[in-house]
């Protein structure tokens, strides 16, 4: 109850000691009802028109608290730009392809919002979609309504070596009707897991050494047999320490008696869709 001292306020405010606290709390439209009510032996009260002369007064009002409130989700969508598939049959994520995030503001309060602002950790600024939003020619987002921003990042191969992409979003957001209060804030986050999917395809050519082939087309005593061996790292990862090894050529389903040389490099590293080759000779056994 609140008591009103005695007096006359014809045409005069009088302050109420009533406030209104701001909380964290989604309580939409809350009300609260104030009437003048006659206080027993202390004397009448008259209440007199604020609008005509001559009309009765309002003994009661109804106050309607308005609360501003908003949710904001962030998602991403993987998509496959470069191709390759993993054992599983799913996309290989690799370095050129695509994140595709969506930002989603909701205005769940009961005021507008303006000067909504979007950043993003690995993004920067996204883009707002206006096919999607409800945000007004004047800027102002209605109760209710949604804004929704968009955005896109391309993946590294710093990103695949990590193993996942976390980046959080952060909003703020005015009370353009009440400029005396604080901005709405709010973040989301996303976390994209990239699986490491070490793959490796092996080719080998092979074929007489001009330098000691005599043209006859037959492998001679002393003429020597090249071969190259190409590796195609087509995983996603850097492969570590590749060697390949040979057990040599046969001949009529014998094994050659010639000597192999070592292959050269002996073992590389092979970045992601990199390929390495190594050359390796052998002198060809006496013919039969």
């Known amino acids: 109850m609140i008591e009103i001292p005695a007096g006359d306020y014809a045409g005069e405010a009088f302050p109420i000691p009533l406030n209104v606290l701001a909380d964290d709390l989604r309580e939409d439209k809350e009300q609260f009802r104030l009437e003048l009510v006659d206080k027993p032996g202390a004397g009448g009260y008259r209440i007199g028109s604020v609008t005509a002369c001559g009309e009765p007064g309002k003994g009661v009002a109804t106050y309607t608290i308005l609360d501003a409130h908003m949710t904001f989700e962030k998602t991403g969508t993987f998509v496959d730009v470069v191709g390759g598939l993993a054992p599983d049959g799913t996309p290989i994520k690799n370095a050129g392809d695509r994140m595709d995030y969506v930002f989603t503001l909701v205005n769940t309060g009961s005021v507008d919002l303006a000067d909504i602002v979007v950043s993003d950790t690995i993004i920067g600024t996204p883009t707002l979609d206006p096919s999607q939003s409800d945000v007004g020619a004047d800027g102002r987002l209605p109760a209710g309504g949604k804004a929704v921003f968009i955005a896109s990042y391309t993946l590294t191969q710093a990103d695949i070596d990590r193993g996942e992409i976390s980046n959080t979003a952060n909003v703020t957001a005015s009370l353009p009707d009440y400029p005396d209060r604080p901005p709405l804030t709010a973040t989301s986050s996303h976390t994209e897991l ?61 094994p050659g008696t010639g000597t192999m040389t070592p292959f050269s490099p002996q073992s590389a590293d092979i970045l992601r869709a990199k390929r390495w080759s190594s050359p390796r000779t052998t002198r060809s056994p006496a013919k039969t």
Not at 221 to 226: K, N
Not at 237 to 252: E, I, N
């Open 194 to 254: 990239i699986p490491h999917i070490p793959s490796i395809n092996v080719s080998k050519t092979g074929a007489f050494d001009p330098e000691t082939d005599d043209g006859d087309g037959l492998p001679d005593p002393g003429e020597r047999l090249r071969f190259d061996i190409s590796v195609i790292n087509d995983g996603n990862v850097t492969a570590l320490g590749v060697q390949v090894s040979d057990p040599g050529p046969t001949f009529d389903g014998k």
